[in-house]
């Protein structure tokens, strides 16, 4: 590997952490302005979106730049491929942001309404899947990110039960219908961030053991 490749590969991994950065804080931040109906707060996070669009670009031409010139193999070549992967589930997880926050916009302009399930515990899970999927690619840790895929069982058994509930809040308060479907909107888009954490998570697999854990839910067992 020639001195060059190495200081684009660090270069693109710091790229790629400041993306994983904007991406892990407007999430955060877009979840808390739900709970806490913070209009404001909400409206910043759809505006911060522009700056995660760019730096996924940034992201994505910097990983086919090392491709076409360096042409890479083996640990290098997965990992640029990886970032490529993984950028696309970071993009998409900032967009979900943007969904969430643009409900809690919604939802500020609503009477309160008595959350009718454990809204917090989902949240706290998705959003922990997300941040231990980037911990495992900063660390290359395949146990936390075999892990983060045995998680998304349980954000998708939470996004049921919530559904449920809300059918039956539905039913006993039609007054709130609004509020309550905007607040199933954001049990489903939490559920989708905890798909691309896992998409992440796999990843990673692919990035340290160099074998694609999609449709394998033995990967790891003996």
Do not use: W
């Not at 086919?64 to 193999?73: F, I």
């Not at 058994?157 to 199933?184: F, S």
Request: charged share 25%; proline share 3%; with cysteine.
């Amino acid at each position: 590997m020639t001195m060059h490749l190495i200081h684009e590969l660090e270069q693109l991994k710091r790229e790629t952490f400041s993306l994983v950065a904007l991406v892990e804080e407007n999430l955060s931040l877009a979840v808390k302005s739900v709970q806490t109906r913070d209009e404001q707060e909400a409206r910043a996070v759809v505006g911060r979106d522009v700056a995660i669009d760019a730096a996924e670009v940034a992201v994505e031409e910097e990983c086919l730049k090392l491709l076409a010139l360096h042409q890479p193999v083996a640990i290098d070549l997965r990992f640029i491929v990886a970032v490529l992967k993984l950028t696309n589930d970071l993009e998409r997880i900032g967009d979900l942001a943007v969904n969430i926050a643009e409900r809690a916009i919604v939802l500020c302009s609503l009477p309160e309404v008595p959350v009718p399930f454990d809204f917090s515990t989902m949240a706290i899970k998705a959003t922990l899947m997300l941040k231990q999927s980037l911990d495992a690619l900063v660390s290359s840790d395949v146990d936390v990110a075999m892990a983060v895929r045995a998680a998304d069982d349980e954000v998708d058994e939470l996004n049921r039960e919530i559904y449920h509930h809300v059918k039956e809040a539905i039913r006993a308060h039609p007054d709130h219908l609004e509020a309550l479907i905007q607040l199933l909107s954001v049990s489903r888009h939490l559920e989708r961030v905890a798909d691309h954490a896992t998409n992440i998570a796999e990843d990673v697999i692919y990035l340290v053991e160099g074998r694609i854990a999609r449709h394998a839910p033995d990967i790891g067992t003996s």
